[in-house]
């Protein structure tokens, strides 16, 4: 079974300064996809960025990119220029091959100071 | 604590048919969520209860879908009657809401096929 992790419970950045959280996850499959979610009080949960793991050129949103390294299985969010709406809680996700399974780490709260 | 149990894992069901998700959420989380994930739309939020009071149902497709939370410890998403459009994986989450601790526990998820 995959298991994803997310080792930083919180995370506190300077506004406009950048800010790295941090994913690994476990599988044995060799093609899936990679999610960052935000959730923000809404408690609806919107997609930050996505990535194919047989791409591997590191996905980019705007302000966000990830740094997808397959080999050590990790899959970090950086977030660029932070902002006071960048508040909020992120997860990272893994889906499989099949897209029929999605795993969720533990969520990690970021707090962004004025 | 087992955390947020989910029932049935699969279920493959006919169109027209109804169908019922279960959900047991964290013992004393006050909140509780329910998720539809496709590939199409990836994650949509259709209802969250609060105290088992649904707060927003606005994300519920459509009047074929209800939601219920008769206590703490136990919550449900039905489908009546079914469509193949309805075939995703439907995940249920919990939270303890107004805390400090406050942040989503997923389930496993039920995928659900309509054939």
């Known amino acids: 079974a995959q298991t994803v992790t997310q080792s930083q419970p919180e995370m506190s950045v300077q506004e406009a300064e950048t800010v790295t959280l941090s994913c690994t996850y476990d599988?044995?499959?060799?093609?899936?996809?990679l999610f960052w979610y935000k959730q923000p009080p809404s408690r609806q949960m919107i997609l930050v960025i996505r990535?194919?793991?047989?791409?591997?050129q590191n996905a980019t949103e705007n302000r966000f990119s990830v740094n997808f390294q397959k080999a050590a299985k990790s899959f970090s969010l950086k977030i660029s220029d932070s902002q006071l709406g960048d508040a909020a809680m992120y997860f990272c996700?893994?889906?499989?091959?099949?897209?029929?399974?999605?795993?969720f780490g533990g969520g990690t709260r970021l707090m962004v100071k004025p | 604590d087992a955390g947020v149990i989910q029932s049935p894992r699969h279920e493959v069901t006919e169109m027209g048919q109804e169908v019922t998700l279960r959900c047991k959420p964290i013992?004393?989380?006050?909140?509780l969520f329910w998720y539809r994930q496709t590939m199409m739309r990836g994650l949509e939020l259709l209802i969250y209860?609060?105290?088992?009071?649904?707060?927003?149902d606005s994300g519920m497709p459509e009047d074929r879908f209800s939601a219920k939370m008769p206590n703490a410890s136990f919550s449900t998403l039905k489908i009546q009657p079914s469509e193949p459009r309805d075939s995703a994986v439907y995940f249920c989450?919990?939270?303890?809401?107004?805390?400090?601790?406050?942040?989503?526990?997923f389930g496993s998820g039920t995928q659900l096929s309509v054939l």
């Open positions: 989450a919990s939270s303890p809401y107004g805390t400090e601790n406050e942040k989503l526990f």
């Open positions: 599988t044995s499959e060799s093609d899936y996809y």
């Open positions: 990535q194919e793991a047989y791409k591997q």
């Open positions: 996700a893994y889906l499989n091959n099949a897209g029929n399974m999605l795993t």
């Open positions: 013992s004393g989380h006050n909140s």
């Open positions: 209860f609060n105290n088992n009071v649904p707060i927003d």
